[in-house]
């Protein structure tokens, strides 16, 4: 079993930086998949980033790519989402998932494991 614990989010103003970051507990960590999704108001959960086991492979949603990178650290079991260029329409709850497989543009099916989720709020 995997456990997510997601941080790092906030208030900022549009065009600033945010690094979330997200630990996993277990010893699955380095043979997982793992998502970046994001809720805003009104709207269903979308996958923004994932990287696959290895770190070598990742997809970005067309919203956020040239502006948000996916990594991870294997010693820290952590996965983190470094946000550049804000904008208000980044404002939403981001989770991390976790998933077996690696599937570039998938939806939800398959991450079995969530986080609670972290605020971010970009203003105008």
């Known amino acids: 079993q995997v456990q997510l614990v997601e941080s790092g989010g906030g208030l900022v103003q549009a065009g600033g930086s945010l690094r979330l970051s997200c630990v996993a507990s277990?010893?699955?960590?380095?043979?997982?998949?793992m998502g970046w999704f994001r809720r805003a108001p009104g709207k269903e959960r979308e996958l923004v980033a994932v990287?696959?086991?290895?770190?070598?492979?990742?997809y970005y949603a067309d919203s956020v790519k040239g502006r948000f990178t996916i990594s991870r650290d294997y010693a820290r079991n952590t996965v983190y989402l470094q946000m550049n260029t804000l904008k208000p329409e980044d404002t939403a709850v981001y989770y991390c998932?976790?998933?077996?497989?690696?599937?570039?543009?998938?939806?939800?099916?398959?991450?079995?494991?969530w986080g609670q989720g972290t605020q971010v709020t970009v203003s105008s």
């Open positions: 998932a976790a998933n077996q497989l690696y599937i570039p543009g998938g939806t939800e099916q398959g991450y079995n494991y």
């Open positions: 990287i696959n086991y290895s770190g070598v492979n990742s």
């Open positions: 277990g010893r699955t960590f380095s043979r997982n998949a």
